[in-house]
């Protein structure tokens, strides 16, 4: 791809860094860890947990629920936007190949979500330390990978909706209904379903983990609650089929893996269709 994907992503990066919402959501993720140590959730305490790794276990949960819906409603206008603007049409004019074009968008995508995320947990740090406060840097990698494979995966899926819809209405909305059904088959969904189906248990749980969040829920979880105690009966499951360290690179592996596979199939759809 050369010097086209590098100019794509460059121009891409400097579009966004002039858009509102790229420092609205910046400002989102640095104040709450602001309020959060305003807040004394620094001093409270969880499963023994305080301080800094009490902090980051809220700043995960709080992540979880804004950006999966962010990721996806943001990315699901890259391409179809472009093309329903005519700039696909202009930009495509340039030496620029089909691929660069598809990949730089999904390069400064990732760059433009995840460097906020990571530099609100970078505060974080530097706050802690500045207030002599116990640093958990196994927490804070980890963590900082988990977040990186959560962005990745609803990237990907993101590119491979904005690739497919034929407008950005239907983008968005199936976007929506995405986000819906992978919120609606978290732990109480599942466990309701098996109570009222009679379902084996082992399918019902093993069903629920191919859901992203879920994997990401549980294994920032896993790490201060190794005994998963807040799951119930499915932490069985989990911990005797695949244990807990196996489980921590399959919570990074698995949505990795799942929005490479969505971004790939996307950028070959892109690449061999009509798409303007």
Do not use: C, H
Not at 100 to 112: C, D, E, G, N, Q
Not at 235 to 256: E, H, K
């Amino acid at each position: 791809m050369g010097k086209g994907f590098l100019y794509m992503t460059e121009l891409d990066l400097m579009q966004n860094l002039r858009s509102k919402w790229f420092w609205a959501y910046s400002f989102l993720f640095g104040a709450f860890v602001a309020i959060m140590f305003l807040s004394g959730v620094t001093e409270s305490q969880i499963i023994g947990f305080v301080g800094l790794s009490r902090l980051m276990v809220t700043f995960m949960q709080v992540s979880m629920a804004i950006l999966p819906i962010y990721v996806l409603i943001t990315t699901v206008r890259s391409v179809v936007g472009d093309r329903e603007s005519n700039v696909m049409e202009y930009m495509l004019s340039l030496p620029i190949s089909f691929s660069a074009y598809y990949w730089s968008k999904f390069v400064s995508k990732f760059l433009v979500i995840y460097i906020p995320v990571l530099f609100a947990l970078i505060v974080a740090i530097v706050w802690g330390g500045l207030k002599n406060l116990e640093i958990p840097w196994d927490l804070f990698f980890f963590y900082s990978a988990l977040l990186a494979a959560l962005i990745f995966n609803f990237l990907g899926l993101g590119m491979f909706i904005s690739a497919r819809a034929k407008s950005q209405e239907v983008a968005i909305g199936t976007a929506f209904i995405i986000w819906l059904i992978l919120v609606a088959f978290l732990d109480l969904l599942l466990m309701g379903m098996m109570l009222k189906m009679r379902m084996n248990p082992d399918v019902v749980i093993w069903g629920g983990m191919i859901n992203p969040l879920q994997i990401f829920r549980t294994g920032s979880l896993i790490l201060f609650d190794q005994k998963l105690t807040v799951m119930g009966p499915a932490s069985y499951y989990v911990l005797d089929v695949l244990g807990r360290n196996a489980f921590l690179i399959l919570s990074i592996a698995y949505p990795l893996f799942l929005g490479w596979l969505f971004a790939f199939l996307g950028g070959r759809y892109f690449r061999k269709n009509d798409v303007i």
